[in-house]
């Protein structure tokens, strides 16, 4: 039993600390507090400055890969004549179907730099997916949360609206016929006012709390309960509990988990499917590079080499994007619960007693509720108690109100059924663990899955500069299609060649 009443805890990790302890500096360079202030323009800076670190390094990448560019435009350039030379001289021990010398083995070094390079993008590749997929599945823990608090509060909204209906309906229909009937016996006409004052009092102590509800319009109560009868209160799952969105895309004032989920949740959509494309489009673009290696297919690499171009800018812009995200990250979930009770969108309408109540469920504290629960609890047993009275006494003297008394007893039960309801969802410890479990899939999850794919990022781009800086000198080695059909033509053209070719093979055969 005590493991069961016990309440989860949560706590940062070591990456969420490491993150939130990087240094932040502001566009003047100056050092700034670590606190998540995101509304903040001093702490926007300092997020810009970690993202503007990815630009540098893109701009290191095209000054290696311009420097290389450079190099095998004009410095091979010098180097032609003295290949030709080569080649000269190794024409006689050349057989036409490779190259042979300095030219054969700088196209197999480049070679290799391009496959590596190619290697290291795939395990990228793989990082990238598994990153991809454990963000994923944190956020889907953050929305299930958020829907799951969001049925919780929906349903105490809706078990405070329904007693306080139906004790309405009792104040205004049999309770009304009771006193009328009671005029002539002044205990039961006592007894009868006491019910109603009664309820009175429990409506306004219900109407007091204000945790899910803005509050209620006693207008739109009454022309909505006018002509009908309570019964006890059922919520739906939160998979079928409908979620009111609004229309524009601001945050609504009080907070709502509802809204929260159903934003995050299309936001993740697109988010998931982007990093799908981004990760189709390296896989594809080293897939054709390894095809047109092998092929020696010039125009293929032509345009590989495009896609990687591509590539390179979009892994830099995304580490940029990831670094502030993380660093972001790691400074909510430090201290999640300060910027809960201070930000204004959470606190509108709510006092910062309750909140730090449902978010802490620390059992030295004591519900905000408590004393109009207990107030609540007490009044509906005296009423009970008069009813009970009224029953046993009136009803002898009085034949013709029992219908009016059988109906206040329904509605009295009801009431008492709702209000049973209301109290165990009051409780702090069911909306304390959707809390709980919303940070550990954002903070954990999420927070790995964020690191992943800058890892994926950092070594996508640092794979697509080594092969924007090797293709070139790849296909530029490649034989062009007159090489190829000069090489074609002198074979064919000399007579000796394949006599001296089967020569040459009938000496290696000692058995013919």
């Known amino acids: 039993m005590a493991a069961m009443t016990t309440v989860p805890s949560y706590a940062p990790s070591l990456w969420v600390r490491m993150c939130h302890a990087l240094p932040r500096l502001d566009l003047t360079m100056q050092m700034k507090d670590n606190f998540f202030v995101p509304d903040s323009w001093e702490y926007q800076q300092t997020l810009l400055v970690l993202s503007s670190l990815s630009a540098i390094a893109l701009v290191i990448s095209l000054l290696v890969v311009l420097s290389f560019l450079i190099h095998y435009c004009c410095c091979h350039r010098g180097d032609r004549s003295e290949g030709s030379e080569e080649e000269e001289e190794d024409e006689d021990a050349s057989t036409g179907h490779g190259y ?31 990153g991809n997929s454990e963000a994923n599945d944190g956020m889907y823990q953050l929305t299930s949360s958020l829907l799951t608090a969001n049925y919780t509060l929906a ?88 979620t009111l969105v609004p229309s524009s895309g601001l945050m609504p004032s009080p907070f709502s988990p509802g809204w929260a989920a159903n934003t995050l949740m299309v ?15 390296d896989l594809i673009v080293c897939l054709f590079i390894l095809l047109g290696l092998a092929k020696q297919a010039r125009w293929l690499l032509i345009l590989m ?36 009770v201070n930000s204004t969108h959470f606190n509108t309408g709510t006092s910062s007693d309750v909140l730090d109540y449902y978010l ?44 009016s008394l059988r109906e206040v007893q329904q509605i009295l039960n009801s009431t008492e059924g709702n209000f049973h309801q209301l109290v165990a969802l009051l409780n702090c410890r069911g909306l304390n663990k959707d809390y709980i479990d919303s940070l550990k899939g954002l903070c954990y999850d999420g927070m790995e899955g964020l690191l992943y794919l800058s890892l994926y990022s950092f070594l996508s781009a640092l794979a697509f500069t080594a092969i924007l800086c090797s293709l070139p000198g790849a296909w530029r080695s ?28 009938l000496q290696w055969q000692p058995w013919l």
């Open 478 to 505: 490649f034989p062009s299609e007159s090489e190829e059909y000069e090489d074609s033509d002198s074979e064919s053209e000399d007579p000796f060649t394949s006599h001296q070719d089967s020569k040459r093979f």
């Open 155 to 242: 349903s105490i909204d809706l078990l405070i609206t329904d007693t306080i209906s139906g004790l309405q309906l009792s104040v205004s229909g049999p309770l009304t016929s009771m006193e009328e009937l009671f005029t002539g016996s002044k205990p039961f006409l006592v007894s009868t006012r006491n019910c109603r004052r009664l309820s009175e009092n429990v409506i306004n102590l219900l109407s007091s709390i204000s945790l899910a509800r803005s509050g209620i319009d006693a207008g739109l109560v009454n022309d909505s309960i006018s002509g009908a009868s309570i019964i006890p209160l059922t919520p739906v799952p939160p998979s079928v509990a409908p």
């Open 267 to 281: 936001n993740e959509d697109y988010r998931w499917l982007s990093y799908v494309l981004l990760l189709l489009l």
């Open 100 to 130: 042979s010398g300095k030219k054969g083995r700088g196209i197999c070094c480049v070679t290799w730099v391009a496959v590596a390079s190619v290697t290291l993008c795939c395990v990228a590749i793989g990082i990238g997916f598994y």
């Open 360 to 403: 802490t469920c620390s059992r030295r504290m004591n519900s905000p509720f408590q004393q109009v629960l207990t107030q609540s609890q007490r009044a509906l047993s005296n009423i009970h108690t008069h009813l009970s009275s009224l029953d046993r006494n009136a009803l002898t003297q009085f034949p013709k109100a029992e219908k």
């Open 305 to 340: 080499t495009v896609l990687a171009w591509l590539a390179l800018f979009l892994s830099w812009g995304s580490l940029g994007l990831e670094t502030a995200t993380v660093v972001a990250l790691s400074d909510f979930c430090s201290d999640p619960n300060t910027f809960v």
